[in-house]
Nanobody, 122 residues
Framework: QVQLVESGGGLVQPGGSLRLSCAASGSIFSINAMGWYRQAPGKQRELVAAITSGGSTNYADSVKGRFTISRDNAKNTVYLQMNSLKPEDTAVYYC????????????????WGQGTQVTVSS
């Protein structure tokens, strides 16, 4: 089994910062891409940022210049540094990983974390 465990969410004032972490553990052979998604009440889940195993990154236009995604391959961990937070960033943030587990499957399997709440409010 594979688990993705997020941490670092919470309540922050507009203009503040938070750092999310997501650690993957379990029967992992190799991790391909990792990313962060978010879902606000009444809205669809959307991609926030993603990073490949080689370090290439992709960001939603709404967070470019404010959020930075990074990963530590040795620790199977992905981070999301969020600066200049706005009330519209309020959402549940989910970690996602595309990885090969130890089942021997030719194709990677997609896994989700349980989500962590980020609330930006004064």
């Amino acid at each position: 089994q594979v688990q993705l465990v997020e941490s670092g969410g919470g309540l922050v004032q507009p203009g503040g910062s938070l750092r999310l972490s997501c650690a993957a553990s379990g029967s992992i052979f190799s991790i391909n891409a990792m990313g962060w998604y978010r879902q606000a009440p009444g809205k669809q889940r959307e991609l926030v940022a993603a990073i490949t195993s080689g370090g290439s990154t992709n960001y939603a236009d709404s967070v470019k210049g404010r959020f930075t995604i990074s990963r530590d391959n040795a620790k199977n961990t992905v981070y999301l540094q969020m600066n200049s937070l706005k009330p519209e960033d309020t959402a549940v943030y989910y970690c996602n990983a595309d990885l090969w587990d130890l089942s021997g499957s030719y194709y990677p399997t997609n896994y989700w974390g349980q989500g962590t709440q980020v609330t930006v409010s004064s």
